[in-house]
Antibody
């Protein structure tokens, strides 16, 4: 069964750091680009970052560039999002998502259930 | 940055057809994907590459894309189609994925 399971969310103070994980199963993780997408409470979807299948290419939304780092460990079938200098506006449910195929611009065919991050003092 | 504009809401009676638009500059030159999101759930892909459907998605969901507007059409609407719908494209000029503003579909 193809599955993505996020973990690592929680409540964190502004300016602090948090690392999210996304465990993949049921498909060849090392063959697909992976994304992080977030959704603030009551708001729409916001793309956060993408990493290519081999980790060689990474792109970030302007709102997180320089503060967040996407990475992956293909030996562990796991995607990560290191979030530093967190702000109140980073409060959201964070989803990991898989590319449908193997090129930029693909749709996201598999999504995790999401993990909530709350930035508050 | 590239902007995708959707109507905030669309209302439709059961059995009728719902059309959700997604406007963007020359969006017809891009591949558009559509997602359905029900409350408290993760998004689900319903149409990709303008008009293709993933396995398991009913034929009632279809898409088109031309000029400055892409459209998701839901035929013979059912109560279970009530959800938020988002369009999405890849903006190659900025290397960013872009989501539309989202449309809430209400089944009357």
């Amino acid at each position: 069964q193809v599955q993505l399971v996020e973990s690592g969310g929680g409540v964190v103070q502004p300016g602090r750091s948090l690392r999210l994980s996304c465990a993949a199963s049921g498909f060849t993780f090392s063959s697909y680009g992976m994304h992080w997408v977030r959704q603030a409470p009551g708001k729409g979807l916001e793309w956060v970052a993408v990493i290519s299948y081999d980790g060689s290419n990474k792109y970030y939304a302007d709102s997180v560039k320089g503060r967040f780092t996407i990475s992956r460990d293909n030996s562990k079938n796991t995607l990560y999002l290191q979030m530093n200098s967190l702000r109140a506006e980073d409060t959201a449910v964070y989803y990991c998502a898989k590319d449908l195929e193997q090129q930029l611009g693909d749709a996201f065919d598999i999504w995790g259930q999401g993990t909530m991050v709350t930035v508050s003092s | 940055s590239y902007v995708l504009t959707q109507p905030p809401s669309v209302s439709v009676a059961p059995g009728q057809t719902a059309r959700i638009t997604c406007g963007g500059n020359n969006i017809g030159s891009k591949s558009v994907h559509w997602y359905q999101q029900k409350p408290g759930q993760a998004p689900v892909l319903v149409v990709y590459d303008d008009s293709d459907r993933p396995s398991g998605i009913p034929e009632r969901f279809s898409g088109s894309n031309s000029g400055n507007t892409a459209t998701l059409t839901i035929s013979r609407v059912e109560a279970g189609d009530e959800a938020d719908y988002y369009c999405q494209v890849w903006d190659s000029s900025s290397d960013h994925e872009v989501f539309g503003t989202g449309t809430k579909v209400t089944v009357l």
